[in-house]
């Protein structure tokens, strides 16, 4: 069984955002929410050395997912393949996945008076394709696929850099 | 229903082109992505060129012509037709040259590299006119061409010069490609990621590139010519540069290492607050893991002594034997035939020497005089106009008249000193502004052009070191806006004057013409889209160095000739803690005035929702230490001011409160303007540091270049005053 699942490489990343944007365009979303949010943090002192890091919050695509307990009218599903979605018919903007959600993923579209969040591109997964912040990012910060496979093509990368070094 | 195409072409947001994929939709676009299949950016893209859709169909967009129908600033505007601004500008320009000659009508543009700056130079150098350029040339490459030239003849840190994908070893030296050239950014990345590539940064500032470095080195800002020839101390006294290269294809070693024993690394430590031992340790991997790739940037270029600081930099990439070849830096690879568009304007240009015009008509190039290497028949490079000196023609009258200024950027912020450009705008008695939005400078513009987009216009570009992309048109333009080659040809025709340089004598077959010589027409090249010229190295071992000896002169006949120093030194910037101590106790910061953000070039984006969302303020980066000593919290306003002899009065930026800055230097944004807030300023002489900026003359002795990085400035906390 597949788990979709996009996985960050944390030290590849530039902080250059356009994970963000190519979100933004791919589903045409307002200023405001932000469904996909490559946050820097530092440059800070840590033991003495500098350090700055990026940290992409977006939907985990959680296994047990609280906002789907959460959610008082069962917008909130789970695919098989993992992929969480919220039902815009179904939603009614009561922001309580919001409050159930560990990362602050969940996001109110004040457009359209409803909670929304990323999807992992799912019309776009369906196609064969990958989600959109992964295909965008310069670094190949960003893995798209089933999380076992994409575990494997990071050990396959370590594996080889090691052997180089 | 009406089926989605798919377009290939290339953005042009910024210098680097990356090839994209727009997808349209009822002629209009729906969606742009990266082009995976493009060899530049494999998909990639930046926030700039992603948000495009927002640019092109934004409400405040100027999609027709119009004229001033108050007085200047007004803001008072009257649509006008195409053809009545082309025959008002026309019957100008055609007064002014009978009346002034030519060199009365002048020209600036940015550094933005759509066909802009070929177009502006199609119409002023056929009207008979020099004074035209980018207005960023005395601190963006401009110094850089000029090190360059003299020293190997040619440009080998352009775009992609640096072979970091190739490399062993890249060092990255005062610029952050992530904020600025993300695909060579992504190409370090991988080249860490897969080849274990060793990186070297040399910053002020704590960048994302110095938290992946193996050696981060913080000089102070101002004092990189000492921390290069201090690095080429260490590889010429211990015998680690390329001895055969040296012997064999370099002119001038003796006296190089007579030079290089006034910087010994321990005073260069003192001289640049680095640790002496880590300049020994940088020097000694830079001349041993071969190959290795130097990347410079522009913070370079905007120092006091940018051009000896460039060819000190220059002379360690030749001594360590890492010229042209793979891993290192490589020059140019274009097919003779192929009309490049930079090289057409320069003496770069076997390839297009016809693009030049007359020495008697250079010499009277606003500049050419001051700056001989820069500006004029001696010019290396693309031989812009001297900014500062067509300001001050423009305000004195000397050395002769200017009747008209046709700008094609937002030159009253992008150029220092906007105090004096203000002036000079509001005082030249003709002003057309060709622009997106309305702007400061459109503000006080008697005609108002709208321009096209590069979504909305073919064009060739090859800005890079080997690729030539097709950017074809995705859409018709918006409104009323023309790309720019056709304004230029237009108005020639209307003005009876022929496009002196080439047989072309429209927009299309100005296209056909640069890849003519290479057997095929821009149809052609649409639906090749992407040419790859396969790189070759050590081009000199055929052609020699274009240099007058032929070989890398690491002691400049040119520089000889022109009366400056033909080997490099450190100069200390005019104002800093060593040259004006007196200064420093009332204005104890050095400021980087400049950073650059990943979601603008210069001072375009603002007015983009997704862009803006990103970065929404100009923001300054202090020290948490100075700035508690100063009341200063993160995200306060804070007031900067410069010392003399820049201009009084202040601007203000956001404190960002980061220990990734040394505790004497500060570092603020540029640019900033407030689309959303009234005109005609937008609340630019409040934020922008370029306001303050006073520098004319006090700056490189070659290439003019106006300090922007290395001023003294005190900061306080807005409200505190």
């Not at chain 1, 993992?82 to 996945?97: F, H, M, R, S, W």
């Not at chain 2, 992946?212 to 260490?234: C, E, F, I, S």
Request: with cysteine.
């Amino acid at each position: 069984m597949v788990k979709y699942s996009i996985v960050a490489r944390r030290d590849l990343c530039l902080g250059c955002q356009a994970c963000e944007i190519a979100c933004k365009q791919e589903h045409d979303i307002p200023v405001g929410p932000r469904w996909m949010r490559a946050i820097t943090v530092g440059p800070e002192e840590v033991g003495g050395k500098l350090r700055l890091s990026f940290h992409h919050i977006r939907c985990m695509h959680c296994s047990q997912p609280p906002c789907i307990d959460a959610c008082p009218v069962d917008a909130i599903s789970k695919r098989i393949d993992g992929i969480v979605l919220i039902n815009e018919e179904l939603c009614i903007g009561c922001d309580a996945c919001i409050e159930a959600c560990p990362f602050g993923a969940p996001q109110f579209n004040p457009e359209k008076n409803i909670v929304e969040k990323c999807n992992l591109c799912v019309h776009r997964v369906d196609e064969g394709l990958k989600p959109a912040c992964v295909l965008v990012c310069p670094t190949e910060a960003l893995l798209f696929g089933d999380i076992n496979k994409v575990t494997e093509e990071i050990r396959m990368r370590k594996a080889k850099t090691a052997m180089l070094r | 229903m009406p089926k989605e195409k798919v377009i290939r072409t290339a953005c042009a947001d910024c210098h680097v082109g990356c090839g994209v994929l727009v997808h349209v939709k009822d002629g209009r676009v729906v969606k742009i992505e990266g082009n995976p299949e493009h060899p530049q950016n494999r998909g990639m893209m930046c926030p700039k060129g992603l948000a495009a859709k927002q640019h092109i169909y934004h409400p405040d967009r100027l999609t027709y012509p119009m004229k001033r129908a108050g007085e200047r600033e007004e803001g008072k505007w009257q649509r006008i037709s195409w053809d009545e601004a082309l025959d008002t500008i026309a019957a100008k320009f055609t007064e002014i040259r009978e009346k002034y000659g030519p060199y009365a009508i002048t020209c600036q543009h940015g550094g933005k590299p759509s066909k802009v700056m070929r177009a502006d130079y199609a119409l002023m150098h056929s009207m008979g006119s020099p004074n035209l350029g980018n207005s960023d040339a005395p601190y963006c490459y401009g110094p850089m061409p000029i090190a360059e030239g003299a020293t190997y003849g040619g440009m080998i840190s352009q775009e992609y010069g640096s072979d970091c994908a190739n490399s062993n070893l890249a060092i990255v030296w005062g610029g952050t490609p992530a904020s600025t050239h993300l695909p060579w950014a992504r190409l370090l990345s991988l080249a860490v990621e897969d080849r274990g590539t060793k990186v070297i940064v040399v910053d002020p500032r704590f960048t994302v590139h110095a938290a992946k470095a193996d050696l981060w080195l913080q000089p102070r800002p101002g004092t990189d010519a000492a921390l290069a020839l201090g690095m080429l101390n260490v590889i010429i006294n211990e015998e680690l540069y390329d001895k055969e290269f040296v012997d064999k294809w370099c002119v001038g070693f003796e006296e190089l290492r007579q030079r290089v024993q006034e910087y010994p690394p321990g005073k260069v430590a003192e001289t640049t607050w680095l640790a002496k031992d880590d300049i020994i340790k940088a020097a000694r991997m830079y001349a041993t893991i071969k190959p290795a790739a130097l990347y410079q940037r522009a913070s370079i270029e905007m120092q006091a002594n940018s051009v000896q600081t460039l060819r000190a930099i220059a002379i360690l990439r030749a001594v360590t034997g890492n010229i042209d070849i793979k891993g290192g830096n490589v020059s140019w690879c274009f097919p003779e035939g192929f009309l490049h568009q930079l090289a057409m304007l320069g003496k770069e240009s076997k390839l297009y020497s016809e693009g030049r015009l007359s020495d008697e008509i250079e010499e009277k190039r606003l500049g050419a005089k001051e700056y001989p290497l820069l500006s004029g028949p001696s010019a290396h490079f693309a031989s812009p106009v001297y900014p500062p000196a067509l300001i001050k023609a423009i305000l004195t009258d000397k050395p002769y008249h200017i009747e008209a200024l046709w700008v094609s950027n937002n030159l009253l912020l992008c150029l220092p000193n906007s105090r004096e450009v203000y002036q000079a705008l509001k005082k030249v008695p003709f002003l057309v502004v060709r622009e997106f939005f309305m702007t400061p400078t459109a503000e006080m513009a008697d005609i108002v052009l709208p321009a096209a987009h590069w979504l909305e216009m073919d064009e060739i570009f090859s800005q890079t070191t080997n690729l030539i992309t097709a950017r074809q048109k995705a859409i018709e333009p918006v409104g009323e806006c023309w790309d720019e080659m056709k304004v230029s040809f237009e108005l020639l025709k209307r003005m009876g004057l022929k496009y002196f340089a080439t047989p072309a004598q429209n927009a299309e077959e100005e296209l056909d013409y640069i890849v003519k010589g290479m057997g095929m027409t821009f149809e052609d090249l649409k639906r090749k889209h992407v040419i790859v010229v396969p790189m070759e190295y050590k081009k000199y071992e055929k052609t020699g160095f274009e240099t007058p000896s032929g070989k890398v002169e690491l002691y400049s006949s040119i520089f000889k000739e022109h009366g400056y120093d033909p080997l490099p030194y450190h100069a200390e910037p005019p104002e800093s803690p060593v040259s004006t101590p007196e200064l420093v106790k009332e204005y104890p910061f050095i400021l980087i005035a400049g950073r650059r953000r990943i979601a603008y070039m210069h001072s375009m984006g603002r007015g983009i929702p997704w862009l803006r969302e990103l970065v929404p303020e100009p923001q300054i980066e202090i020290h948490p230490q100075p700035a508690s000593e100063l009341g200063i919290k993160d995200g306060d306003w804070v007031w900067i001011e410069l010392s003399p002899p820049n201009a009084e009065g202040r601007v203000k930026n956001r404190a960002k409160l980061t220990p990734g800055i040394h505790p004497k230097v500060v570092q603020c944004d540029a640019h900033w303007w407030f689309p959303e807030k009234p005109g005609p300023d937008h609340g630019h002489w409040e934020v922008n540091v370029n306001a303050l900026i006073n520098g004319s003359g006090r700056g490189d002795p070659i290439a003019g270049t106006i300090v922007l990085t290395g001023l003294l400035c005190k900061i306080y906390k807005d409200g505190e005053d």
